[in-house]
């Protein structure tokens, strides 16, 4: 009972601090400072037809790379946190069911096309809406309609691996060319600017955000296939 | 009016949330209910970037270049809130095995069967 | 064109709160858990609305698609956990 009536007072008084927040909120009818450089400057200086894009991969490019640190620790901790145990489990998995023969047929038709759709999200994250991290979930998606279809299918560890370290340290050395070629760590000018709004365009950035998008892709693979593994037989 | 709506949705998710998170005794609706309350944060974060009448930041031609300063809305707290969503799922994926291996460890969900910690 | 966006927003807003009252109280957990999915189906919606199409993207194949499908790899595997 005394226990409720901590939390009821908790809530109430993080209610009273969103009410007087809401009551000093004054919705803005101009941009600040930094999103007013961001939005005079970004399709000037780089390129990039998407502003959201220029500043994940370029202006905080390092926060970008602190995140998908924080990613790649995640997924680790999960593998190594599940990793004891299921080895011996290996040897006596159990006969499931077939899946339905709708189920495997379309999973046939459907995961070149999910993954195609990846691919596409995350080249032209510099052009429309998306980029690395949403193209990263669509291909993690098509190993999850893999996985729906046959649960006790696996990919290999070692592909996955190699995907995610080489993506990441290409990424990383990317960045550096740009400390040796232009303004800075991460910066986007070392390729041609190109036309605005053209594919090849905007410097590197659809070259990282696609090496961001296949990392993803093999962090959420991994976590996906480490919690698949655990099944019991 | 629009951002007034999202900001109090938010809100009102961000309490139910931790409300949800502190009465119930399973941790799967625990881990449950810090997902609604980072969508409610996401959301309050969204809303204070938008500005009334004005569009996405994304230039083509609709928006050309030389306008985007009076067209296009704040594009910062959009980036922030996509890299949170990407770190949501990284520690719900944490909390799940967690919960996962303490299942394996006692056969219970139930918070109060863990008392090793308690004084 | 402006009230019908508001009209819109406001639904948005009347299903987000409902499906989340449904996940808090609801008894059995796969539906709390269904119920969160739609709740972040629904803020997908809505930031669209606000003009953040980015984070809508994210949103959708991150927040309502790949959580819950987790949600539901580990509901799987603790069955016999007692609901509360």
Do not use: C
């Given at each position: 009972m005394i226990r409720n009536f901590a939390v009821l007072l908790l809530l109430l008084g993080l209610a009273g601090i969103f009410i007087h927040l809401m009551q000093g909120y004054?919705?803005?009818?101009?941009?600040?400072?930094?999103?007013?450089?961001?939005?005079?400057?970004?399709?000037?200086?780089?390129?990039?037809?998407?502003?959201?894009?220029?500043?994940?991969?370029?202006?905080?490019?390092?926060?970008?790379?602190?995140?998908?640190?924080v990613l790649f620790l995640a997924a680790t901790i999960i593998g190594m946190v599940l990793a004891n145990g299921h080895k011996a489990q290996r040897s006596l998995q159990r006969q499931l069911p077939p899946s339905g023969e709708l189920l495997t047929t379309a999973s046939r038709l459907l995961t070149p096309l999910i993954l195609l759709f990846g691919a596409y999200v995350f080249v032209n994250g510099h052009l429309t809406p998306g980029g690395g991290f949403q193209g990263g979930a669509i291909l993690a998606s098509a190993a999850l309609l893999l996985l729906l279809t046959d649960p006790l299918k696996r990919f290999s560890h070692r592909l996955i691996a190699v995907v995610e370290s080489l993506s990441g340290l290409l990424f990383i050395a990317i960045g550096v060319l740009g400390m040796v070629l232009a303004g800075g760590f991460l910066d986007s000018r070392i390729l041609p600017t190109g036309a605005f709004g053209t594919l090849f365009s905007a410097g590197s950035i659809p070259l990282i955000y696609s090496l961001i998008g296949l990392k993803v892709g093999a962090e959420f693979t991994s976590m996906l296939n480490n919690l698949a593994e655990t099944e019991k037989s | 009016m629009m951002d007034w709506i999202a900001m109090t949705t938010g809100f009102i998710l961000i309490l139910m949330g931790l409300y949800g998170a502190l009465t119930h005794r399973n941790i799967l609706r625990i881990i449950v209910s810090f997902t609604l309350a980072n969508t409610g944060v996401n959301l309050v974060l969204v809303s204070v970037g938008y500005m009334l009448g004005r569009t996405a930041p994304i230039l083509d031609k609709a928006v050309p270049m030389a306008e985007a300063v009076t067209r296009i809305i704040d594009p910062l707290p959009q980036a922030l809130v996509l890299t949170a969503i990407v770190i949501g799922l990284g520690i719900t994926a944490m909390m799940l095995t967690y919960a996962y291996k303490l299942y394996e460890a006692k056969g219970s969900l139930d918070i109060a069967s863990y008392r090793e910690l308690k004084w | 064109m402006n009230t019908l966006l508001l009209v819109i927003a406001l639904l948005l807003a009347a299903a987000m709160l409902g499906a989340a009252w449904v996940s808090i109280r609801v008894h059995r957990v796969a539906t709390a858990m269904l119920a969160a999915g739609l709740v972040s189906l629904f803020a997908s919606v809505m930031f669209l609305l606000l003009a953040a199409p980015d984070v809508a993207m994210t949103e959708a194949a991150i927040g309502s698609g790949l959580t819950t499908f987790l949600f539901f790899f580990v509901l799987g595997r603790v069955r016999g956990g007692r609901d509360d």
């Amino acid at each position: 009972m005394i226990r409720n009536f901590a939390v009821l007072l908790l809530l109430l008084g993080l209610a009273g601090i969103f009410i007087h927040l809401m009551q000093g909120y004054i919705p803005a009818t101009e941009l600040n400072q930094s999103a007013h450089y961001y939005a005079a400057h970004s399709a000037e200086d780089l390129g990039a037809a998407n502003i959201v894009t220029a500043i994940i991969v370029t202006y905080r490019g390092l926060d970008t790379l602190g995140e998908v640190t924080v990613l790649f620790l995640a997924a680790t901790i999960i593998g190594m946190v599940l990793a004891n145990g299921h080895k011996a489990q290996r040897s006596l998995q159990r006969q499931l069911p077939p899946s339905g023969e709708l189920l495997t047929t379309a999973s046939r038709l459907l995961t070149p096309l999910i993954l195609l759709f990846g691919a596409y999200v995350f080249v032209n994250g510099h052009l429309t809406p998306g980029g690395g991290f949403q193209g990263g979930a669509i291909l993690a998606s098509a190993a999850l309609l893999l996985l729906l279809t046959d649960p006790l299918k696996r990919f290999s560890h070692r592909l996955i691996a190699v995907v995610e370290s080489l993506s990441g340290l290409l990424f990383i050395a990317i960045g550096v060319l740009g400390m040796v070629l232009a303004g800075g760590f991460l910066d986007s000018r070392i390729l041609p600017t190109g036309a605005f709004g053209t594919l090849f365009s905007a410097g590197s950035i659809p070259l990282i955000y696609s090496l961001i998008g296949l990392k993803v892709g093999a962090e959420f693979t991994s976590m996906l296939n480490n919690l698949a593994e655990t099944e019991k037989s | 009016m629009m951002d007034w709506i999202a900001m109090t949705t938010g809100f009102i998710l961000i309490l139910m949330g931790l409300y949800g998170a502190l009465t119930h005794r399973n941790i799967l609706r625990i881990i449950v209910s810090f997902t609604l309350a980072n969508t409610g944060v996401n959301l309050v974060l969204v809303s204070v970037g938008y500005m009334l009448g004005r569009t996405a930041p994304i230039l083509d031609k609709a928006v050309p270049m030389a306008e985007a300063v009076t067209r296009i809305i704040d594009p910062l707290p959009q980036a922030l809130v996509l890299t949170a969503i990407v770190i949501g799922l990284g520690i719900t994926a944490m909390m799940l095995t967690y919960a996962y291996k303490l299942y394996e460890a006692k056969g219970s969900l139930d918070i109060a069967s863990y008392r090793e910690l308690k004084w | 064109m402006n009230t019908l966006l508001l009209v819109i927003a406001l639904l948005l807003a009347a299903a987000m709160l409902g499906a989340a009252w449904v996940s808090i109280r609801v008894h059995r957990v796969a539906t709390a858990m269904l119920a969160a999915g739609l709740v972040s189906l629904f803020a997908s919606v809505m930031f669209l609305l606000l003009a953040a199409p980015d984070v809508a993207m994210t949103e959708a194949a991150i927040g309502s698609g790949l959580t819950t499908f987790l949600f539901f790899f580990v509901l799987g595997r603790v069955r016999g956990g007692r609901d509360d």
